[in-house]
């Protein structure tokens, strides 16, 4: 912190310069550019305007902490001002008396934004803010904040910490169900983070804090701030008895805190407000409050975690691709299925919309869509190889992700392209990482060096070493896929019918799923034929099992039965998740069931020469299904199937007659809502 803050970035009088926050920052930035801190003074306070335009800096206490991350400041920077007459940053008991601008480096280093986020604690101290108000000089300003009395400040937090410490196990007036016994406090785990992630993040964690220790009760916060991020214990979430959200940003890995009482609010009320918060959550822990489990992490929030094998870490860094591709299939392909359905087939032969589009003629407007869809779908490589390599290395791996994936469509090497151009980006970004560098250069490292070597490597392996065999083995793909015919194109059907109705939409389900909606790309009729197989099987779990509690509905539970009637909405519009539920309360018998009715579904509709423009859309799509009367009777067969393999194996079992306490059995309770996300 030394090196942060001096007596030269310090004024006392700010009130003599400055009136208004623009103005503050000004005169505090100005000090800055004389020492060589800042590069550009009017860029600058550009960045800081607009980091104060996203959430106003003051806080409660008369503290006004404007911050921002700028590529024209040279090193992380404290400067600090004392307004006499106060000057307003939005807080909301008014003027701020003690000023704070932070400058940190667009690629500051995690060593300066701990420090950094050390100070924002240091704030919530009231002895600390009343020090600074107390000083008479700028060099014991700049001392008290970068902690030379250091020593002092630990010994008075040490005697002062065995009293909150016994404050702690008394909370008599914890609520009941608060803590996990009778003299054990309430137990509390919370997440704070901000745009910026360095200031309010941590300010806000240290109020928590010391709300808690007031109140009596046991609290952990994770601060996913820029100076780190590490997640909470699980067995510590496990015993929480609430949680509190206070953030500005999504909270990365939410639905680790799925079923507990939770207060979600801004990372100001975290500030300002905390011992509120405490008494809320409180309270909905009293009376049973809890929350569903949300739709899960995004990919890269979950991947590649330390404790994971390697096949682990792979799958996740695939799925991360997989599942950030989806949506671009998703829209791209509804559009493209749409502008068909309105223009007729040749509308792919239609001159291009911005050029030759009549308002009143439809054939226009079908060529519109088709022509969106199709600029859609042309990031579907890209957008995996970049997001792949996002769930390897984070952000810095995008940068050569997209490129690689680019270079893959560039010289037809496709979905395969696509794949090792996103593990390959993610390796290189991982293995630059790894390097020693020197301080000075790692201020530009994420946004001018890892991005120029990474890319120029990643693109060099694509074009010149591996993009070729790869787009080779890709057009080989392509034209066996186009000369299925027969026995080969049933056998495909079976395989690709078992994967999608194996996992339920899980790993082998997206798999599959890919590998489908890949040969779109550059659709024949061979690939065409694959998608039309690997929908149809996906549909038909949750339609079995919505037909098996009709036809036997005493083999299942209340509960069953009640999700087998959004079981028919779930399976018609391909969801394969709806199944979920009943192979979660008894897999052994419902996931043979399904992937006999999948395989069977998937032979057929290879057998009938079904094709598939349309990578979503269960039956609402049929119309734009080749040999459409035939694919239903595949869908209805693979149904039949399964209704009947899943019937024979449950009414084989043991089970007490109906309407007896089996009908409210524990498995009867496994969540719907929660698992039945879309399969895309």
Not at 168 to 192: K, L
Not at 356 to 378: C, M, N, P, Y
Not at 387 to 403: H, K, Q, S, T, W
Not at 493 to 499: D, K, N, Y
Request: proline content about 6%; overall charge negative; charged content about 15%.
């Amino acid at each position: 912190m030394t090196d942060m803050i001096t007596a030269d970035l310090v004024d006392l009088e700010l009130d003599l310069s400055a009136d208004t926050k623009e103005a503050a920052s000004r005169a505090l930035a100005e000090r800055m550019v004389a020492l060589g801190r800042v590069t550009d003074l009017d860029g600058f306070l550009a960045d800081v305007a607009a980091r104060e335009a996203q959430m106003p800096t003051g806080l409660d206490g008369g503290i006004g902490i404007p911050h921002c991350r700028s590529a024209h400041v040279t090193e992380p920077t404290l400067a600090f001002g004392r307004s006499a007459r106060g000057i307003d940053f939005g807080a909301p008991d008014g003027p701020a008396d003690l000023i704070f601008l932070i400058a940190a480096p667009a690629g500051a280093d995690d060593a300066h934004l701990t420090i950094l986020s050390s100070l924002a604690r240091q704030l919530m101290d009231a002895e600390f803010t009343g020090a600074l108000r107390s000083v008479s000089t700028a060099a014991e300003a700049a001392a008290l904040i970068s902690g030379e009395d250091a020593e002092a400040t630990a010994g008075e937090a040490a005697a002062e910490e065995p009293a909150a410490e016994e404050a702690e196990p008394a909370a008599p007036d914890a609520p009941a169900g608060g803590g996990s016994g009778p003299d054990e406090p309430f137990r509390i785990v919370a997440v704070t983070s901000c745009p910026t992630g360095i200031a309010h993040t941590y300010m806000a964690a240290e109020s928590l804090e010391n709300a808690a220790r007031a109140a009596g009760v046991e609290i952990t916060v994770e601060t996913q701030g820029s100076a780190g991020f590490t997640r909470l214990d699980p067995a510590v979430v496990a015993a929480a008895d609430g949680v509190v959200f206070a953030h500005d940003v999504p909270v990365r890995d939410k639905d680790r805190f799925a079923g507990k009482p939770t207060v979600d609010v801004g990372v100001k009320a975290g500030i300002n407000r905390p011992a509120e918060l405490i008494a809320e959550v409180r309270e909905k822990a009293a009376r049973g409050e809890t929350t569903a489990a949300s739709t899960g992490p995004t990919p890269v929030e979950g991947a590649g975690d330390d404790g994971d094998g390697y096949g682990t870490k792979l799958r996740k860094w695939l799925m991360s691709g997989v599942s950030y591709m989806v949506p671009f299939v998703a829209a791209g392909g509804l559009l493209i299925a749409l502008g068909f359905a309105i223009g007729g087939w040749k509308i792919d032969k239609a001159p291009s919309v911005a050029e030759h589009f009549i308002w009143t003629d439809h054939t226009s407007w079908a060529a519109l869509l088709f022509q969106i869809g199709g600029l859609a779908f042309a990031f579907l490589v890209p957008v995996l190889a970049g997001y792949i390599a996002y769930g390897m290395a984070d952000r810095p791996g995008l940068v050569p992700g997209f490129v690689g994936g680019s270079v893959a469509v560039t010289i037809n090497a496709g979905f395969l392209g696509g794949l090792a151009a996103g593990l390959l980006a993610g390796a290189v970004v991982m293995g630059i990482q790894r390097v020693r560098i020197p301080a000075v250069l790692r201020g530009i490292m994420p946004v001018v060096v890892i991005p120029l070597i990474s890319s120029a490597v990643v693109g060099f392996l694509m074009f010149l070493v591996v993009g070729k065999p790869i787009a080779s083995l890709q057009s080989a793909l392509t034209d066996w896929l186009e000369g299925l015919s027969g026995a080969n194109a049933v056998i495909l059907g079976v395989i690709l019918g078992l994967m999608m109705c194996f996992d339920l939409g899980g790993p082998l389900n997206k798999v599959a799923y890919a590998f489908a909606i890949g040969g779109l790309t550059h659709p024949t009729d061979g690939s065409l034929k694959v998608m039309a197989a690997a929908m149809a099987a996906g549909m038909v779990p949750p339609l079995a099992m919505a037909l098996a509690t009709t036809v036997r509905g005493r083999l299942f539970t209340k509960t069953e039965r009640e999700n087998g009637k959004a079981a028919w909405f779930l399976g018609a519009s391909f969801i394969t998740e709806g199944a979920i539920p009943f192979a979660a309360a008894d897999p052994l018998r419902v996931i043979p069931a399904s992937m006999a009715g999948g395989a069977v579904t998937g032979a057929l509709s290879m057998a009938f020469g079904c094709t598939l423009r349309a990578p979503h859309g269960g039956v609402f799509v049929v119309p734009l299904i080749g040999q459409p009367l035939l694919y239903l009777v595949a869908i209805a067969a693979g149904v039949c199937v399964s209704t009947a393999v899943v019937v024979l194996l449950k009414g084989a079992r043991k089970t007490t007659p109906p309407g007896t306490a089996d009908e409210t059995a524990p498995a009867a309770e496994e969540p719907v809502a929660a698992k039945a996300t879309a399969t895309v």
